[in-house]
């Protein structure tokens, strides 16, 4: 059967985006390297053309420039034509691409949200907020023991407020008569000690004392106990 009527041949897949484009590509190179032999084929008889005299061979070399001419412009139009359908696929792949991305995106959303869901499943609000009223009693005995631990063994019980009170008030009249922010015992003294008594000195002899017997002229002395010097009179 199959030598009768032959075998069913695979169809080929349609050709992509990217295919089509890097085919058109390589028309458009075809077309831009024939161009460029135009040209310099232009080229060749604008010179011929400045250097032949008027005449029948000047006219030929003409035609031939302007039948090469209408090559290059029919070349040109191929060649933007070639352009347009480039551009147009690469629209079309760009969307494609985008599309891809979309579902992409789409994909991990959704697998995201279903293990979001399963993840929810196993917490709830009802068991968070229970383990935080259980921690704030752990933190309050906490706090308890801490405190009792820290109490001193050496504070008597029968300790007078009131007479604790009293000293407070003391230190702070006695902080509150601080001149200048210095404390009373660092102030000096308001009495000056005698430092001649602590020294053992002997006393300055004053200037009442009374001159030895037998002398009969006594000069009078000074507040140090020094002879005054006798003035002169000056008689009229």
Do not use: H
């Not at 058109?24 to 060749?44: F, H, P």
């Not at 609000?125 to 631990?149: A, H, Y």
Request: a negative charge.
């Amino acid at each position: 059967m199959k030598r009768v009527f032959g075998v069913k041949k695979d169809k080929e897949p349609p050709p992509s985006i990217e295919d089509a484009s890097d085919r058109i590509n390589k028309r458009g190179d075809t077309v831009d390297e024939k161009l460029k032999k135009l040209d310099a084929e232009l080229s060749r008889y604008k010179e011929q053309i400045k250097k032949t005299r008027p005449g029948p061979a000047q006219e030929a070399i003409k035609a031939r420039a302007m039948r090469v001419l209408k090559q290059k412009r029919m070349y040109e139009g191929q060649r933007d034509m070639l352009y347009n359908q480039t551009f147009n696929l690469d629209q079309v792949s760009f969307a494609a691409e985008g599309l891809k991305d979309a579902q992409q995106t789409m994909s991990a959303l959704k697998s995201a949200n279903k293990e979001l869901k399963g993840m929810m499943k196993t917490v709830k609000i009802q068991d968070i907020d229970n383990l935080q009223d259980e921690m704030m009693d752990l933190m309050d005995v906490s706090n308890e023991i801490q405190e009792t631990l820290g109490r001193s063994y050496n504070v008597p019980d029968d300790i007078d407020e009131d007479e604790l009170m009293g000293e407070l008030d003391a230190l702070e009249a006695d902080m509150g008569s601080e001149a200048d922010g210095v404390p009373s015992y660092l102030q000096p003294d308001k009495e000056e000690p005698d430092l001649d008594a602590e020294l053992n000195l002997p006393s300055v002899p004053s200037g009442s004392t009374t001159a030895p017997a037998g002398r009969s002229n006594a000069q009078a002395e000074d507040e140090l106990g020094l002879p005054t010097v006798p003035r002169a009179s000056v008689r009229s």
